[in-house]
Each structure stands twice: as C-alpha cells, then as structure tokens.
C-alpha cells in the first residue's frame, strides 16, 4: 500500500469513529499527566475529525508559554496565545490565531503535539500530504507528540526517507514513548 491509498483508508477510518468526544478526554488526561521536556509548547487547533485539543491547550496555558501554528505559503508559522487570542479560519478550516508570526526558529518550542491522520506503533506517523510538518521539524530541534485515537494506530505506516518519527505517541490506552520502541 503507498501513502495516497492508506491516507484514503485512513481517512475512512477517521469518519466512522463515533466516540470521539470520550477517546480525546482520555488522551487529555494522559497528556496532562505525563513529564514533558520543559519550555514552550507548540499545539494544533483540531478539526472535527482530529483529537480534540482544547483542554489541552486551556491546561498548558497556565504553566507555559504556548504557540499555535498558523500556514502561511508553504510553511508553518508560530503565534504565541493566551487567553484573548482571537481566532480567524485558515486557509483548511482550521481556526488559526491572530497575532505577530513566528518562524519556529525564533519561537523555538520544545514540545510540539502534531495532529496525524495514522501512526503506527513505531512512532512513524501519516501526515495529511502537504508536508507542513515535515518541513517544520527540518528547521528545529523540538519533542513531537502525536495524538491518536484507537482506531488511528496501524500495523505500519508507510515511510519517506524526509519523514520525522514521533518522539511519543498518546492513544486513550496511554503513551508509547520512543524508548519504548524496539
């Protein structure tokens, strides 16, 4: 199977899964529990077919700087929010922040949770094809974290040789950190 086809699966998946509300609470409060490296954290706004962040952005809020990402051409830029961000829909839908950009460089996040269509249990992860990510994690040195729900987590994803793996991976069964891959 290539990436076009098990993005097609994927995305199938994705649209029948019908506890999505219960699967991104779980996750939240995995991710609100674990040892995190320390500093700014850089977070995606969800679409409705994503894990739902909100708590988790609400929560990092009160102890860390957080930034959101904003698409501007071909590249991910960096807004650093807080609890008056005004939110304006980009060019996906997805609700991007208003405020002075950041190239990730100079925002320099050390935690980025990224949203994923697909992961596998070795911590590669299937991004939607835009590459956004790819080429946000070539220009830093930042901790990725995937956010899964169940029915996300496959046998294999198929890799790239530009492809960046997860530096851990949270489902609502828990965290699969790159330590624990063999």
């Not at 019908?18 to 500093?39: C, E, M, V, Y």
């Not at 009160?62 to 930034?67: A, E, H, I, M």
């Amino acid at each position: 199977m290539d990436k076009k086809s098990q993005r097609s699966v994927m995305k199938a998946v994705l649209a029948g899964i019908t506890d999505k509300d219960s699967q991104s609470r779980a996750i939240a409060d995995i991710l609100k529990n674990l040892r995190l490296p320390d500093g700014g954290i850089c977070i995606y706004n969800a679409l409705s077919s994503e894990v739902n962040t909100e708590e988790i952005i609400e929560f990092f809020l009160q102890s860390r700087d957080v930034f959101l990402p904003v698409v501007k051409g071909e590249d991910i830029m960096l807004v650093k929010i807080d609890g008056n961000t005004r939110y304006v829909e980009g060019k996906w839908g997805i609700l991007e922040p208003v405020g002075d950009l950041l190239a990730p460089e100079a925002a320099r996040p050390s935690v980025t949770v990224t949203p994923l269509l697909g992961a596998d249990r070795r911590l590669h992860r299937l991004g939607k094809g835009k590459g956004y990510y790819d080429r946000y994690f070539a220009k830093l040195q930042t901790y990725k974290v995937g956010l899964a729900f169940k029915e996300q987590v496959i046998e294999e994803i198929v890799c790239d040789e530009w492809d960046k793996s997860l530096d851990m991976l949270i489902t609502p069964d828990g965290a699969v950190k790159r330590e624990d891959v063999r």
